[in-house]
């Protein structure tokens, strides 16, 4: 398994992510690490839709909800896990850059 790791820098003032992925190969998301700035019970939910996140971020429409639950949080500047099983797979197929 490969990982993909990003740093907690802040800053922001938001409290989540969104990201594109674009594949070489074929892609299957089983798991994910978050940041959590509590150590207490908190709720995540994660997202997914077609095509890319810009233009979109102040709109639910084309949103899927792939995943949501109770975790208790590793606390600030330590990964919090959300285990496999605990949202839908996100299948990301190879994009071909070849017109």
Known sequence: LLS???TYEGG???SGNMFDI?????LTVH???IHSVTNAHTRYEIWTREGSY?????SANGWTMIGCSM???AG???KTNIPAGSFAPMFIPEQNSAS
């Open 4 to 6: 993909l790791e990003t």
């Open 12 to 14: 922001t003032g938001q």
């Open 22 to 26: 674009v594949a070489k190969t074929d």
């Open 31 to 33: 798991e994910m690490d």
């Open 54 to 58: 810009v233009g979109h971020e102040n």
């Open 71 to 73: 975790i208790v949080g």
């Open 76 to 78: 600030k500047g330590l």
